[in-house]
């Protein structure tokens, strides 16, 4: 299938349809899609909303993968994006084009059920779970159900120890191979032209072709050619998935790997193994020393590690409260580490134990190797190697982290809700994304509706390891949003406020908003860059105005708030960092969005502080170079979520007086739309504007 700029145009198949709209900035954007595929290596394009990315980079990624026979990967981070590309957009260009090509969504593993785990542990379960989990294997072998999400339990001990797990995996030899909807998955995406998955799906992938080569399937089929979208979070999910977390919740994990004491005694690899051995007609001697490795040594070491393992995260929660500088993190030094000596005498105990959980462990895998008499004994040795690596790993992550050795990363402690836990984190990870992803494609495209800062792309090209001084074959389109913002939207700055960091901020605010959202009859998203800000504001708003209702981030789900918003009245909702983007609601349902403060990162935050430490020594400006462009960017993000569709209509409030007072704020007000309208001035003054514009 040859590609053809007609398609999307004006005449094209889609001008006959009803609704259809014709968009140059669709229409432009497919074409240099289409020529990066054909000629280039890297392209970047920020397309405004209202653009219809989706259709201009799907329709030349089919004609690119039919004609050319190749398999195109599509990363996003969302998973509503994903859903809104396998659910709409791909059926809608299927049908249109009347060709037969092949798309699919892959998650990660532990996404999908596993038949042979849920068989074993199915009758050890209460009546009304066990009857549930029958059920739903029924579904699956079927075909009917796929995913863990389509079974509704809640129970994340028992999610652990259904899913799939590839390191559990005996493949071929498993009897429900046929019916496993990992590799049903896996199967779809060996046929797919078009794959669907997440940026940290993907980087896992990448991750385990650097030890086995580019040329097989492993999470995914072999690949060559990429587009990202939502790739402006690229940076932060690399960061996150390149560095190491050691936390309680995972030692737990770990350890109810093994054991689980507060269940049923069967839970667990240990009971189970001592309960299959016993059956096992062997030499008595043989089974007599497996019996009491698991008995003496095993079970009874697991406790133990169990409640050391507390101690030890006690203790660093008590250092953390001693020395913390802000509620979350404490940053610790390279080569100092943790100094307290409480720590480090825990510390040294935890990890010879855990040592000698290794060995034990490894000398179990040896006796029941001589055993192994029974299939259900050899699945067993395959859960022992397993769980034996994972701890492995888990020791040599701590290991990592304790030295603060490596000068590449960042070191911290993070805590929150009464837990913690040790953090390492690449301090710039765009070189991992260009020797481990970038080298090895032929094509990479990114999109996002925000990637340029000052008109240019050199912030994102610099975090994913694309520097101007190489030889990259890159090149970008930047794109304006097709909606009339001076007619669609009303944005203004209030100029009355204090300064955001003063005590009478967060009730100055809450009386100056109230008339507007009266206005709106609430309807609005307000958008806050901390917990602390947006918690008192809710507090004073909720005491002095009763007449809304407030929906706050972290009461229930974000999925949850946001049905709930779309179908109350007057209602106002309150949000941090994950609602300043990926999130649609349409039509009337949001007609304000209120911008507290300007978005800029925490300085004293341990990666950002790391980031910007580094940029000096490498004789960069941080401010302008690092925190002022993730601060555009973002901002871009909450100003993006008012206009969905060309019909919406609304108020963008900025809280934030720094935008009209300091001189980096015309930066802010540049990286708008161009036919946006800005007004400054006292609420009063914007609010009697306001009512002339927003009421018919």
């Not at 001990?157 to 259904?162: A, G, Y």
């Amino acid at each position: 299938m040859q590609f053809s700029r007609d398609f999307l145009g004006l005449g094209g198949p889609l001008s006959s349809l009803a609704g259809y709209e014709y968009r140059e900035e669709q229409v432009r954007m497919a074409e240099f899609i289409n020529d990066v595929f054909t000629s280039g290596h890297i392209g970047m394009v920020e397309a405004g909303t209202g653009t219809g990315k989706s259709l201009a980079y799907l329709y030349p990624a089919i004609c690119h993968a039919l004609a050319k026979k190749k398999r195109i990967i599509i990363s996003t981070n969302t998973i509503n994006l994903q859903e809104q590309l396998i659910h709409k957009d791909i059926p809608f260009l299927r049908k249109i084009l009347g060709a037969d090509f092949q798309a699919t969504v892959v998650k990660g593993w532990s996404n999908y059920p596993c038949l042979l785990r849920i068989q074993e542990i199915v009758y050890q379960l209460d009546g009304d779970v066990q009857q549930l989990l029958h059920t739903f294997s029924d579904e699956v072998i079927r075909g009917e159900a796929h995913s863990l999400t389509d079974l509704m339990i809640t129970d994340e001990e028992l999610i652990d120890d259904i899913c799939a797990e590839s390191d559990l995996c005996i493949r071929q030899d498993c009897s429900f191979f046929e019916q496993c909807p990992v590799m049903k998955a896996k199967q779809a995406a060996e046929k797919a032209d078009l794959i669907i998955v997440n940026h940290h799906l993907l980087l896992a992938d990448v991750q385990i072709r650097q030890f086995t080569g580019w040329d097989e399937t492993f999470v995914l089929p072999a690949f060559r050619h990429v587009i990202f979208d939502e790739a402006h979070n690229l940076e932060d999910i690399a960061t996150e998935f390149f560095g190491f977390r050691i936390s309680e919740l995972r030692l737990r994990r770990l350890l109810n790997s093994f054991f689980r004491p507060r269940a049923r005694a069967s839970r667990g690899l240990l009971p189970q193994l001592r309960a299959i051995v016993e059956k096992v007609k062997a030499n008595d001697e043989l089974k007599k020393q497996v019996l009491e490795l698991i008995d003496w040594q095993l079970l009874a070491k697991v406790n133990h590690f169990s409640d050391l393992g507390t101690r030890f995260f006690h203790a660093i929660l008590t250092f953390m409260s001693e020395n913390c500088e802000d509620e979350e993190h404490l940053r610790l030094l390279y080569r100092t580490g943790i100094s307290d000596q409480q720590v480090l005498t825990i510390y040294d105990e935890f990890i010879g134990q855990l040592s000698e959980f290794e060995g034990n462990t490894r000398q179990l895998i040896k006796l029941l190797e001589h055993l192994n008499q029974k299939e259900s004994l050899n699945l067993k040795v395959l859960e022992c190697r397993a769980y034996l690596s994972r701890m492995e790993v888990f020791r040599e992550e701590l290991d990592f982290i304790m030295k603060t050795d490596d000068i590449s990363y960042v070191y911290y402690l993070s805590r929150s809700n009464k837990s913690c836990a040790l953090v390492a984190s690449p301090i710039d990870p765009g070189p991992l994304l260009r020797e481990k992803l970038l080298f090895e494609l032929e094509t990479a495209i990114f999109v996002s509706a925000t990637l340029a800062v000052h008109n240019g792309f050199k912030y994102f090209r610099e975090s994913i390891g694309v520097n101007e001084a190489e030889n990259w074959d890159l090149r970008t389109l930047q794109l304006e949003s097709p909606f009339n913002y001076n007619k669609q939207v009303y944005f203004a700055v209030l100029k009355d406020l204090p300064e955001p960091e003063e005590n009478s901020f967060a009730e100055n605010m809450v009386n100056k908003l109230a008339p507007f959202l009266t206005l709106t009859k609430g309807r609005a998203f307000i958008l806050f860059t901390s917990y602390k800000l947006m918690n008192q504001t809710v507090d004073i708003a909720k005491e002095k105005f009763p007449e809304f209702l407030y929906l706050v981030q972290g009461d229930k789900p974000r999925h949850h708030l946001l049905q709930d918003f779309r179908k109350s009245e007057n209602t106002i909702l309150f949000g941090t960092d994950s609602f300043w983007e990926g999130v649609d609601v349409p039509g009337e349902a949001l007609s304000c969005v209120v911008i507290t403060r300007l978005p800029f990162r925490v300085p004293t935050s341990p990666i950002v502080a790391a980031r910007s430490e580094k940029m000096v020594h490498d004789g960069k400006n941080p401010f302008r170079e690092y925190f002022l462009p993730q601060a555009i960017i973002k901002f871009k993000q909450g100003f993006g979520r008012l206009l969905r569709t060309k019909n919406d209509r609304g108020i963008i409030l900025v809280c934030d007086q720094r935008i009209a007072t300091k001189n980096y704020g015309q930066f802010f007000i540049k990286a708008l739309p161009a036919n946006c309208q800005v007004h400054q001035g006292s609420s009063e003054r914007i609010l009697s504007e306001v009512e002339k514009w927003f009421l018919p």
